[in-house]
């Protein structure tokens, strides 16, 4: 099994920033793609954004220029910092990991529990 462990988010006011953070651990061998998706009340889970374990970049358009993605292959923890937040991105923020956990064996899709963030006055 992989485990992954959430922390950062919170109440911020509009124009403020945080900082998401995403460990994996357990039976890994290695992880291709790491990411984080959100999903606000009443609305379908949606990509944010993903790195690969070379250090490629997507970004949702509803992000570019604000949020960046980042990771530290070594403690396969993944990275999310929101800058210039607005009210539309409140939303339960969720990480995601594709790992194989021996060598030659499938890859995996991985979820972390969710992190609330909230960006109101």
């Known amino acids: 099994q992989v485990q992954l462990v959430e922390s950062g988010g919170g109440l911020v006011q509009p124009g403020g920033s945080l900082r998401l953070s995403c460990a994996a651990s357990?039976?890994?061998?290695?992880?291709?793609?790491m990411g984080w998706y959100r999903q606000a009340p009443g609305k379908q889970r949606e990509s944010v954004a993903v790195?690969?374990?070379?250090?490629?970049?997507s970004y949702a358009d509803s992000v570019k220029g604000r949020f960046t993605i980042s990771r530290n292959n070594a403690k396969n923890t993944v990275y999310l910092q929101m800058n210039s937040l607005k009210a539309e991105d409140t939303a339960v923020y969720y990480c995601?990991?594709?790992?194989?956990?021996?060598?030659?064996?499938?890859?995996?899709?991985?979820w972390g529990q969710g992190t609330q963030v909230t960006v109101s006055s």
């Open positions: 357990g039976s890994i061998f290695s992880i291709n793609v």
């Open positions: 995601h990991a594709r790992a194989r956990r021996v060598l030659g064996g499938n890859e995996y899709d991985n």
């Open positions: 790195i690969t374990s070379g250090g490629s970049t």
